[in-house]
């Protein structure tokens, strides 16, 4: 207990890591501000840059962005009616409405409250529940471990496009990348054609920096112009009594927040969604209705979204799958610092939970003074072009591929992925998926597949009746097929969502 | 520098184009109208071949039983293959794509096809010309098309800067290695 008081403290008590988170929410902030630019593709992009960084000054940074970027998204989503990512998208709905009325100061400052307490309690929720479900796990075998592999792999994939086979097809194509080189159990050459620069398999982040931030430009060069609205932000404190008046449905939001979080593949956009059709619900008479500048529409998806940040933790520290895709590439972080995500993290490295822990505490709370004093100053971002920033972008992912290993070798590589992932986006398969295959595929689903297979004396009937006669297996399994069914169009047809 | 007005600069020509060729335009149609995207079935079926092409080259991978370093890439082949066909007859189900659109121009309007050659040209031109200068006049002609050659005191002074700040940022301060 006191040892994690301690680790819990570390970043509280070092300037350097405090100064970090801080920095890292204000970039985060201004990238989600800015429309069709990712927080995934920042933090991969960090992570090129950071890996020679102290692991802990390194997740400082990636934490304070990934915060920030939630944040942010949620700027020119109020603003401009143009959401920055994904989980602001049900903010636009309500925010621009809310805007229109000149009220823009006063919902930003009522939700960052809100969404800061309701961060917070997402925090409290990976406190209390990632410790018994990390040693829950130490019970896991290598087939459970196969099995949540193929959870994060094709949930992610299902999550993120149009349609499930899609998923499924990008997250194989990024499992048959992962074994490109040299197999690590026998040594034996794979897809390397007589190359010694494939000797080593293809960098997933070389990969990762393509597919998500060359392949976004790409997107974004499709249409790059942007709306260039002037707004008014005044009132950004809010009183105590609205803070009350709104504090049920920023609760119940952030329930849901927790628990879409902790699902695997199930992120922050979904949490948002969630919890705006339940806020819409939920009130029987809103002062303005829904869908035409209801406070209860900002503030729920709003609410959600920061609640599922703590709550996307928990599968990632405890089983080594992501809660969506920034964890992903957070996943990909750890790999390259020398570290396993799973339950052995919590055992062999407890501080580093402990101090991410504390890392999104004080990014909640940067957020929350940055949001309240300064969303003025973020708010001119919306007005920075596009087209001033992509070709930056560009630039930033030569610098962060070279930076891997000094090769440009992967600079072409990653040009590669980021052209091959434009032509994937514009035929919607979820590039989240290919990245997920990439860096799941080869440590945990292949070399869990081989070692429950080898306990199994290589007998496909043993392996197979082990996902029967054992009590864990089975559950997992059978809710691997029910995620996967739950994304086909018959579920959704059962269930009267289409 | 320049303002947001500006910034369509040579896109607006291409507005037409764009709307539609837009990815979100064109995935939201494409959950209200049946239609199938401009050059879909070739893609999809590049990407089974990449799948026979996979499990073609596992085959030389030596195969000793159902733990040998054969089966993952054989099994992800085999799933490329499947889900391929399974995508690709998905897509021709839902029927030929709106008459009208060019293939090449959904999927590389003008915009996207000379950022791509630029992009191209800016890696093979770093080994010869190294980082800063070839970054310089990446950004330079990036800038310049897309502004229509406008302003272009004001886009060299934008990029300069720009690239002086990220080199003491990465090379001074983070110590990162510039290509």
């Known amino acids: 207990m006191t040892d994690s008081l301690q680790y819990f403290l570390i970043p509280f008590l070092n300037w350097e890591v405090m100064a970090l988170v801080w920095a890292g929410v204000i970039s985060g902030i201004w990238v989600g501000a800015i429309p069709g630019i990712s927080v995934t593709m920042a933090v991969s992009l960090l992570i090129s840059f950071t890996f020679s960084w102290e692991l802990n000054n390194a997740m400082a940074l990636m934490c304070g962005v990934y915060v920030g970027g939630v944040y942010g998204g949620a700027i020119p989503a109020i603003l401009l009616h143009i959401p920055g990512g994904p989980s602001a998208v049900a903010t636009s709905i309500d925010g621009y409405q809310i805007c229109k009325r000149g009220e823009a100061g006063a919902i930003m400052g009522l939700s960052t409250v809100l969404a800061t307490l309701c961060g917070l309690s997402g925090v409290l929720a990976l406190m209390l529940l990632a410790p018994p479900l990390a040693e829950f796990s130490l019970s896991f075998s290598p087939r459970d471990f196969f099995l949540l592999g193929c959870m994060g792999v094709l949930l992610i994939g299902s999550m993120g496009g149009e349609d499930p086979v899609k998923g499924i097809l990008a997250g194989a194509i990024g499992i048959l990348i992962s074994t490109v080189g040299m197999d690590p159990v026998t040594g034996e050459m794979r897809y390397t054609f007589g190359s010694v620069e494939l000797m080593g398999g293809i960098h997933f982040i070389a990969a990762m920096i ?52 902790a699902l695997p593949g199930a992120g922050g956009d979904v949490a948002a969604l969630l919890a705006y059709d339940q806020a819409k619900r939920m009130s029987k008479k809103p002062e303005v209705p829904f869908g035409k500048g209801a406070y209860e529409g900002v503030i729920a998806p709003e609410s959600a979204n920061k609640a599922s940040i703590g709550g996307e933790f928990i599968p990632m520290l405890t089983l080594g799958i992501p809660g969506d895709a920034v964890t992903a590439v957070m996943i990909g972080a750890l790999f390259i610092h020398g570290l396993k995500p799973g339950p052995m993290l919590m055992v062999d490295t407890p501080h580093l939970f402990w101090m991410i822990v504390s890392l999104l505490l004080i990014a909640l709370l940067a957020m ?16 920075v072009p596009k087209t001033l920033v992509l070709p930056l972008i560009i ?51 292949e070399q869990n597949y081989r070692r429950a297979m080898q306990m199994a004396y290589n007998d496909p009937a043993t392996f197979l009746g082990g996902f029967v006669s054992s009590p864990l297996s089975l559950f997992l399994l059978l809710f691997l097929v029910f995620m996967m069914f739950s994304q086909t169009k018959t579920y959704k047809k059962l269930r009267g969502f289409e | 520098m320049p303002n947001n007005k500006l910034q369509t600069g040579n896109c607006e020509a291409e507005t037409n184009e764009q709307e539609a060729s837009s990815p979100d335009k064109a995935s939201a149609s494409a959950g209200s109208a049946p239609e199938r995207k401009s050059g ?81 040209l800016y890696c093979a031109a770093i080994p010869y010309l190294h980082f800063p200068l070839a970054s310089f006049i990446f950004m330079v002609a990036s800038l310049a098309f897309l502004y229509r050659g406008r302003h272009l005191p004001a886009l060299c002074l934008y990029s300069a800067v720009s690239l002086a700040i990220l080199i003491i940022v990465f090379r001074y301060i983070m110590l990162v290695i510039l290509p």
């Open chain 1, 210 to 261: 393509g597919l998500f931030g060359v392949s976004e430009a790409l997107i974004q060069f499709r249409n790059p112009g942007m709306p260039n609205i002037k707004q008014k932000l005044a009132r950004v404190i809010p009183s105590w009594k609205q803070v009350k008046k709104y504090l049920p449905v920023a609760g119940r939001s952030s329930i849901i927040g927790i628990f879409v979080g």
């Open chain 2, 40 to 120: 879909e079935l070739f893609f999809l079926s590049l990407l089974i071949i990449l799948g026979c092409l996979g499990y073609y080259f596992a085959l030389d991978m030596s195969d000793d039983g159902y733990a040998s370093p054969a089966v993952f890439p054989r099994a992800a082949s085999l799933i490329i293959m499947g889900s391929g066909l399974i995508a690709l007859f998905q897509a021709r189900r839902r029927g030929r794509p709106k008459a009208g659109i060019d293939v090449w121009v959904y999927l590389m309007p003008g915009t996207v096809r000379i950022m791509m050659a630029f992009m191209v």
């Open chain 1, 368 to 383: 929350c003074v940055l949001g309240l004093f300064s969303v003025r100053f973020f708010a001119k971002v919306v007005d």
């Open chain 1, 395 to 445: 630039v930033l992912s030569v610098i962060g591929t070279y930076a891997i290993q000094n090769s440009l070798g992967d600079v072409f590589a990653m040009m590669g992925f980021g052209i091959f992932g434009y032509f994937l986006r514009l035929y919607g398969f979820p590039t989240g998926a290919l990245v997920l295959g990439i860096i799941l595929g080869g440590p945990i689903l």
